[in-house]
């Protein structure tokens, strides 16, 4: 499949680099407040079109966390995320990917796999040290 050409926008650039400057995986909103300042008229629904732009051009990835609000980070490759159950931060974790994972769903299935996504649930530091 092609992929479609789009002309270039300030605002998927500014939010190309915001996400390639931060390791926090974040919402739409934290994206929004950080460009609202610079692009007075810019309306929610233009981040939303661009983060799906991005995505499609292979540039950033979706997170769905298990909570309300989808994270966005760019596509550094293949890693593994750590969410904590509490507070909902995310990290990624870098450990080998398990490839061998995709081997065995490829020779289970009829689906031509392209990839494979693993997270892990926990608790992280700062929620464990709350009491």
């Not at 991005?54 to 540039?59: M, P, T, V």
């Not at 596509?75 to 994972?101: A, Q, W």
């Not at 796999?113 to 608790?123: A, L, P, S």
Request: with cysteine; proline share 3%; aromatic share 10%.
């Amino acid at each position: 499949m092609e992929k479609k050409k789009y002309k270039r926008s300030r605002q998927r650039d500014r939010i190309l680099e915001l996400l390639s400057q931060t390791d926090i995986h974040p919402t739409v909103d934290w994206i929004y407040d950080r460009l609202k300042k610079e692009f007075p008229k810019l309306s929610l629904g233009t981040v939303y079109r661009n983060l799906a732009i991005l995505i499609e051009q292979g540039l950033i990835l979706r997170i769905h966390s298990g909570s309300t609000f989808d994270r966005f980070e760019v596509n550094r490759g293949s890693h593994y995320h750590l969410i904590c159950e509490k507070c909902g931060k995310i990290r990624d974790f870098t450990m080998p990917v398990n490839m061998e994972l995709e081997r065995e769903a490829s020779r289970m299935t009829d689906f031509s796999i392209q990839g494979h996504r693993v997270d892990f649930y926990g608790i992280c530091p700062e929620c464990q040290g709350r009491k």
